[in-house]
């Protein structure tokens, strides 16, 4: 473990000479955590790929569908859910590298969440949540009794389900929590003049992680499963240098965060605006941009 | 004294008209933003831009402009110091040291500095959001997605009469280089004619 550890703070030492940090933070780097982070990129069409968290090259996953998209991990890191948006498009199902996957769902959701015991997953879809059993029995739609637009489901290990909802061409959205049997709405956040987006359960349900911002300028905050105790993980985007914080995915530890980051990344005189996926410890401080070195960056982590 | 903010040098590319117009961000040393160089000749829209990235020491800086779009040009790089407001050094443009004297841009705030969002559209909807942010010093960002499509890009804006014009970034090729919007009492339009005749106008309010 010791090993490991070290092996982490020094990667993310040396990602502080190259990027630049806010601070250095001491968080521990533990085993389960070091299960790939799988996320999309542009790479002749849509793909899946992995990323090692401790450093290492992205690899392409060899799925046989096409323009894929929304990757998303089991709870147990066993299985990948993902959404094709080829000819047979829709939401499948397959082994952790995505292979033998088969179609549960016809349709493009805009986000995927297992449920805790694997056998059902959360879809957004058309302002609703729809619940979708694995073992091909009928579908729910959960939030059908609820005066909601929802989108970017999360489902928590205590069986409730986080979600984003934002009326048409509103330029604010609210994020909720509703019981995973439809009942119980809650609002957990919500700020005039903003988005909250994107919301991620920690994997012990006890707190939620979010983007927070305008389109175009949005952070990565977590905060109490009831809404208090907001915590600020990324800085407030700066020109030229600031970003589009979006999608955080926790670690299976619950001691670090992946997200989404759209930024200037500059090699030398060369700079190129565009989409990373990054890695931050739960208490702020260093970031690691995960996917610096190759060409095609990433969006939309499950770890 | 900051960097933040547009800077506008004239430049001898092909002749004494030319210009150089920098739109810079500071950070730690760390300097970041685009640049835009504009030919005399040629069609009035004819422009390069340059990436940037530098660092800056006291009021010494150093810029390097890459990753050119349009026009090929070779990279290139500006040493200037800070001194009473202008930024003045040399730029080694086609291999030739040239001097360069670049001062801060000047803008009519007329108030239409804050973050826009798109709140309605008329007509089929382009768009699913679009967030236009403009800075009181020149710098703008724009933020556009639409169902299959999207961009994010760093901006330098100008007022010509009741109209806002964005010069983005177009770092790729898919990204359009201006947008105009018509400044209204407490909004910002946008009126699009689609190939098929139909018009759609889009409505920005301030949110910030």
């Known amino acids: ?303 | 004294m900051t960097l933040n903010g547009v800077w506008g040098a004239r430049i001898k590319l092909v002749t004494d008209a030319d210009s150089l117009t920098l739109a810079l961000g500071e950070q730690d040393g760390q300097i970041r933003g685009f640049a835009v160089l504009r030919h005399s000749i040629g069609a009035p829209e004819a422009a390069t831009y340059y990436s940037v990235s530098g660092s800056r020491t006291d009021r010494f800086v150093e810029i390097h402009l890459g990753a050119t779009i349009g026009n090929p040009s070779p990279p290139m790089a500006v040493r200037a110091a800070l001194t009473w407001g202008l930024l003045a050094g040399t730029t080694d443009l086609s291999g030739v040291a040239q001097p360069i004297e670049f001062r801060r841009s000047a803008r009519a705030n007329d108030g239409v500095a804050g973050t826009w969002a798109l709140t309605s559209t008329t007509g089929t909807p382009l768009a699913i959001r679009d967030t236009i942010v403009v800075l009181a010093d020149g710098r703008g960002r724009r933020h556009r997605e639409e169902p299959y499509y999207g961009f994010g890009t760093l901006a330098i804006w100008t007022r010509n009469a009741d109209w806002l014009v964005l010069r983005q970034f177009a770092f790729v090729s898919d990204i359009p280089s201006r947008d105009s919007v018509r400044v209204e009492a407490n909004a910002l339009v946008r009126t699009t004619r689609l190939f098929d005749g139909t018009t759609v106008t889009e409505t920005y309010q301030r949110v910030q």
């Open chain 1, 1 to 303: 473990m010791n090993g490991i550890r070290t092996q982490a703070m020094r990667l993310l030492g040396a990602a502080c000479v190259v990027a630049g940090c806010d601070s250095v933070t001491d968080a521990p780097f533990e085993q389960p955590d070091a299960r790939p982070i799988v996320y999309f990129a542009i790479d002749n069409g849509w793909a899946l790929f992995s990323v090692p968290p401790l450093g290492g090259a992205p690899r392409r996953l060899t799925v046989t569908q096409t323009q894929l998209i929304f990757p998303a991990l089991s709870p147990d890191g066993s299985r990948l859910a993902f959404v094709s948006g080829g000819d047979a498009g829709g939401v499948y199902v397959g082994a952790a590298d995505g292979s033998g996957a088969e179609r549960v769902y016809v349709g493009r959701p805009d986000h995927i969440a297992w449920s805790p015991d694997q056998t059902r997953i959360a879809l957004g879809v058309d302002g609703e949540i729809v619940v979708v059993p694995l073992d091909g029995s009928a579908t729910d739609t959960i939030t059908a009794a609820v005066e909601v637009h929802a989108s970017y489901p999360s489902w928590s290990s205590r069986e409730r389900i986080a979600f984003t909802s934002r009326a048409p061409f509103s330029f604010s959205s609210d994020l909720y929590t509703i019981a995973s049997d439809g009942s119980d709405l809650r609002l957990i956040v919500s700020v005039e003049g903003a988005e909250a987006r994107d919301p991620a359960w920690s994997p012990d349900g006890s707190r939620l992680a979010f983007a927070l911002g305008l389109h175009g300028g949005s952070a990565i905050f977590t905060v109490d499963a009831n809404g208090s105790d907001r915590r600020r993980l990324t800085p407030e985007p700066q020109w030229g240098f600031g970003s589009t914080d979006l999608a955080p995915a926790w670690a299976p530890s619950g001691r670090w965060i992946a997200f989404q980051r759209e930024h200037l990344l500059c090699s030398g005189a060369d700079c190129e605006n565009r989409y990373d996926i990054m890695m931050v410890a739960v208490e702020g401080g260093v970031v690691r941009n995960l996917t610096a070195e190759h060409p095609w960056g990433g969006a939309g982590p499950s770890w």
